[in-house]
């Protein structure tokens, strides 16, 4: 396990000083320019979806959807961040509890 | 308070937010890690060595889940392929060399990069900052917990993390191609789920970002 832990982690380190130590000349190019900034939305997107609707590697649907679905609405509102944390667990929490 | 008040202020008060946010997730991760079968010290090990909560997420839920460990360090690492391609947009913005680049790279996550790309240079300092702080004390108490919070699921902390990730997605939804991305991304990586191994769904949303031409 700790084989495991060193070697993920230093890899995981050297592909974020990668990023920050490829020339500049690489991002003039617009199409790499244009993928990182979808990149994001994707994947963060992914996260969302397969951190919410999922339980292994089975699609479910729980309490959290309803934690997700309070925390868009205090995205929606331009709550802060924790606002919507707090929002979304106190939800999933007490559904749970009623459920 | 000042009358005038100080133009970071805004930026370290949000910062503090995003922090204490992820230092609530921490507190799950670490509740997570140790119920995996992790040690409170490789627990611990992770988050400062780490720092990329997904991949830490991966790696404790692969080995904990019955994966090798060898595929939960290689997924941990796939999903960590993201942070090259945030530090790939970060260069030109926090144009750091040396000891203060090697010290920035650690702080290239999902948070700091979102803050850092809204609110400049400041914004990813304090952010990765508050992050790491807030990230590694919530692991170190939701590990010396694990026993006490069991169940985690029962305080909804497992929806720490989706509430977090929909806060940060949803200032890069400005436009109908980003909104259709998104959900054909989330959808992709959804129906990939139950056919891929853990890990894997979510780097497929990654190819559908880099397939489609706008």
Sequence with gaps: MWTAIVVAAAGCYLMKL????????????????????????????????????????????????AGLAVAGLA????????????????????????? | MAAIAHPRLPVVRDAVGIGVATGAFG????????????????TCALSVLMFTGASQFALVGVVGAGGTVLAGALTALLLGSRNALYGLRLAPLLRVRGARRAAAAQLVIDESTAMALTRGRPGFWATGVAVFVCWNAGTVVGALGGAALADPRALGLD??????????????????????LAVVAGIVALLAVPVTPTGVPVLLAAVVALAVRR
């Design chain 1, 18 to 65: 990668a990023g920050l130590s490829v020339p500049r000349r690489a991002l003039d190019h617009p199409r790499v320019e244009a993928a990182a900034a979808r990149l994001p939305i994707a994947l963060l997107a992914a996260l969302v979806t397969t951190s919410t609707l999922t339980s292994g590697r089975a699609l479910v649907l729980d309490a959290r959807a």
């Design chain 1, 75 to 99: 995205v929606a509102l331009r709550a802060p961040v924790l606002a919507v944390v707090a929002a979304a667990t106190a939800t999933t929490a007490l559904v749970r509890l009623v459920l």
């Design chain 2, 27 to 42: 507190l799950s991760y670490g509740a997570v890690a140790t119920a995996a079968g992790l040690s409170v010290v490789q």
């Design chain 2, 159 to 180: 929806a720490a993390g989706p509430a977090a990730f929909v806060a940060l997605l949803a200032p890069r939804l400005d436009g109908r191609a980003a909104r259709r």
